[in-house]
Structure formats: structure tokens, C-alpha cells
């Protein structure tokens, strides 16, 4: 059973650029979530999209942004980005129901120069 | 303000020894607590999980205790390996019934454990 996949794994982006991140959950997942891991912040929820629509949202700006296909492969966008998005950010799937507990991806290493 | 707290920064352990991760937590509403194990460069691994409706549950070698009153839980590892060497993360998350879903997990800061051999 194939694991969540993230891609790309490494990413190097300009300030005010924009980057999108995808991630494909586990088979049969319908709940996606991203977080962000930094070294001062440790992981941080960004939001969780379930059968499409958002169904929690952590503390980010609105330059953060994502959906949810009907496949249940999300994407993660960032707009104009500063060098404080510079991060480890983890796509994890679950069921969405009664099961909570949450698989992770290996995650895209965003990069703001 | 942290809600899940985990104070020790790193641990070092023997090998075949046990090892102890704690974990506090400030938040009642929690119903349901895991634990990550995280190599670098890679996402965490799930270990191990609970329901606030239980105050243990065991996998092998790994032992969750939750004691609600303390609001407190521990990872026990029994015997520690030096394959066990990792960032261990505990994290938490509330019942639907109070705005919390399954895909929002609330992370400790994270505990590096070391098994010396």
C-alpha cells in the first residue's frame, strides 16, 4: 500500500513569488491536512480539507491557501512569499472518520531566498 | 500559548534501558493523543495512539499512560534500541463536539531521545 506523496521534495523560491506544494494522500484517505515544521515553531497545523471542502484552518495568513480534488489529492499554494515561509511542510491523509490517527509524507522543503 | 507541552528537550538512554518521554497537556477538551517519531529530512511516523477514554495502551514495545486528571501522558519504551533514536513528538486533538477534527493535530515541541549502545 503506497504511502502519502509529496512532491517536489526541495524547492528554492525568490521573495514575492508564489509556490504551489502537492501532496496524494494514502489510498482510500479522504481527509487531508498540511502543517509547517520550523525550528523555532516546531509543527504547525495549517488547515485540513475533507471530501473537498475545508473543514479546519490553523493560525496562517491568507497567503496560504489549499484544495482539495475530488480524488482527495490536495494542493497547498503560498503567495508572495517571505523569507519566513522558508520551512518543512508535511502533508499528512487519514480517514476522516473514526480513526484518527494521521499519516505523514516526507514532506517538500520550501527554501525563500 | 503551548497547549501541549513536552519540557525535555533530550534524553539519553542505554541501551536495553528504559525510556520515559513525557507529555503535558493544557487543554480539557483533548480527547484523543498521539505519538510521532521523526528522523531528519523525513515526516514524522506514527507510533502509537490513545482515547481519553482509556489509560493505556500498549504496541510491543511501546507503552502510551494517560492520566487525565494530571493531564499528563507518557511514552514508555521497553527495551530501548539504538534504532529508537529519533525526535519523539506527542501530539493531541479535540473531539468534533468542540471544533477539533482529525486533521488538526496540536504537536508538542518534541523530545530528542538518544539510546547510546
Known amino acids: 500500500k503506497a504511502g502519502v506523496t509529496q512532491t517536489p521534495r526541495y524547492l528554492i523560491k525568490t521573495r514575492g513569488q508564489q509556490v504551489t506544494l502537492s501532496c496524494s494522500p494514502i489510498s482510500g484517505h479522504r481527509s487531508v491536512s498540511w502543517y509547517q515544521q520550523t525550528p523555532g515553531q516546531g509543527l504547525q497545523f495549517l488547515f485540513e480539507?475533507?471530501?473537498?471542502?475545508?473543514?479546519n484552518k490553523g493560525n496562517f495568513p491568507g497567503r496560504f491557501s489549499g484544495r482539495q480534488f475530488s480524488n482527495s489529492r490536495s494542493e497547498m499554494n503560498v503567495s508572495t512569499l517571505e523569507l519566513g515561509d522558508s520551512a518543512l511542510y508535511l502533508c499528512a491523509s487519514s480517514l476522516g472518520t473514526d480513526m484518527w490517527e494521521a499519516f505523514f509524507g516526507q514532506g517538500t522543503r520550501l527554501t525563500v531566498v | 500559548d503551548q497547549q501541549v507541552k513536552q519540557n525535555s528537550p533530550s534524553l539519553s538512554v542505554q541501551e536495553g534501558r528504559i525510556s520515559i518521554l513525557n507529555c503535558d497537556y493544557t487543554?480539557?477538551?483533548?480527547?484523543?493523543f498521539l505519538w510521532y517519531k521523526k528522523y531528519p529530512a523525513e515526516g514524522p511516523t506514527f507510533l502509537i495512539s490513545i482515547s481519553s477514554i482509556k489509560d493505556k495502551n500498549e504496541d510491543g514495545r511501546f507503552t502510551v499512560f494517560l492520566n487525565k486528571s494530571a493531564k499528563h501522558l507518557s511514552l514508555h519504551i521497553v527495551p530501548s534500541q539504538p534504532g529508537d533514536s529519533a525526535v519523539y513528538f506527542c501530539?493531541?486533538?479535540?473531539?468534533?463536539?468542540?471544533?477539533?477534527?482529525?486533521?488538526?493535530?496540536?504537536f508538542g515541541k518534541g523530545t530528542k531521545l538518544s539510546v547510546k549502545p
Open positions: 487543554n480539557s477538551m483533548f480527547d484523543y
Open positions: 501530539a493531541a486533538s479535540g473531539s468534533r463536539n468542540y471544533g477539533g477534527s482529525q486533521g488538526n493535530l496540536i
Open positions: 480539507y475533507f471530501s473537498e471542502t475545508q473543514r
